[in-house]
């Protein structure tokens, strides 16, 4: 590897042991063994290679999760048995990512005072939607507005999880709990689901 790559690589390994915050250019130069101004030179700022080395990060988990999931449904698995299936695989993927929701938590607390951060954000957050749901599945959607709207339900209720799961581990819902939770959204406003008292027509 060269020294671009070199401070990818130790970007990446300051962000999981000490944040995106408390980073600073010369831990990074340290766990590169590159000089200070090599990151100047490659990236502009530190601010750009941590962003790109966040960027990669997530990227390498969506490649693991693609693995897990391919790996978690055989092939005569219904769509709830792969929903299940898929999220015991994403919540079990959690552990050995930690480092990397954490930070995330802790760069939106930050995000207004970050505009570059944001914009990275922002452009990997659309990129996201649409590969979450190619990767949970989008049964068939030809819209792109409908993936991206699917996407994001899949995105809301991964952040969610995930939330829950770095306060309470134990607490957190399993896959069986979500596909329950799923089915009984699903009965509450789906065809033929019982009017709400307080917009049905007798009401209007």
């Given at each position: 590897?060269?020294?671009?790559?070199?401070?990818?690589?130790?970007?990446?390994?300051?962000?999981?042991?000490?944040?995106?915050?408390?980073?600073?250019?010369?831990?990074?130069?340290?766990?590169?063994?590159?000089?200070?101004?090599?990151?100047?030179?490659?990236?502009?700022?530190?601010?750009?290679?941590?962003?790109?080395?966040?960027?990669?990060?997530?990227e390498?988990w969506?490649?693991d999760?693609?693995?897990?999931?391919?790996?978690?449904?055989?092939?005569?698995?219904?769509?709830?048995?792969?929903?299940?299936?898929?999220?015991?695989?994403?919540?079990?993927?959690?552990?050995?990512?930690?480092?990397?929701?954490?930070?995330?938590?802790?760069?939106?607390?930050?995000?207004?005072?970050?505009?570059?951060?944001?914009?990275?954000?922002?452009?990997?957050?659309?990129?996201?939607?649409?590969?979450?749901?190619?990767l949970?599945?989008?049964?068939?959607?030809?819209?792109?507005?409908?993936?991206?709207?699917?996407?994001?339900?899949?995105?809301?209720?991964?952040s969610?999880?995930?939330?829950?799961?770095?306060?309470?581990?134990?607490?957190?819902?399993?896959?069986?709990?979500?596909?329950?939770?799923?089915?009984?959204?699903?009965?509450?406003?789906?065809?033929?689901?019982?009017?709400?008292?307080?917009?049905?027509?007798?009401?209007?």
């Amino acid at each position: 590897m060269g020294n671009r790559e070199d401070l990818l690589v130790g970007a990446k390994r300051c962000l999981y042991e000490k944040g995106y915050s408390r980073t600073t250019a010369r831990d990074i130069a340290a766990a590169s063994g590159v000089s200070l101004s090599a990151i100047g030179y490659h990236y502009g700022t530190k601010e750009a290679l941590l962003n790109a080395a966040l960027y990669q990060a997530l990227e390498e988990w969506g490649d693991d999760l693609a693995d897990i999931l391919n790996a978690e449904a055989g092939p005569d698995a219904t769509p709830a048995d792969r929903f299940e299936a898929a999220w015991e695989g994403v919540i079990a993927s959690f552990a050995a990512n930690r480092p990397l929701w954490a930070i995330q938590f802790e760069l939106i607390a930050h995000i207004d005072q970050l505009p570059e951060l944001r914009r990275t954000f922002s452009e990997a957050g659309r990129q996201a939607r649409l590969g979450l749901a190619e990767l949970f599945g989008s049964l068939g959607l030809a819209g792109d507005g409908e993936r991206v709207a699917l996407g994001s339900f899949y995105q809301a209720l991964l952040s969610g999880v995930v939330a829950q799961w770095l306060v309470d581990p134990e607490g957190a819902p399993s896959g069986h709990d979500l596909l329950g939770a799923v089915r009984t959204v699903a009965a509450i406003v789906g065809p033929g689901a019982r009017p709400d008292p307080e917009v049905s027509p007798e009401k209007s």
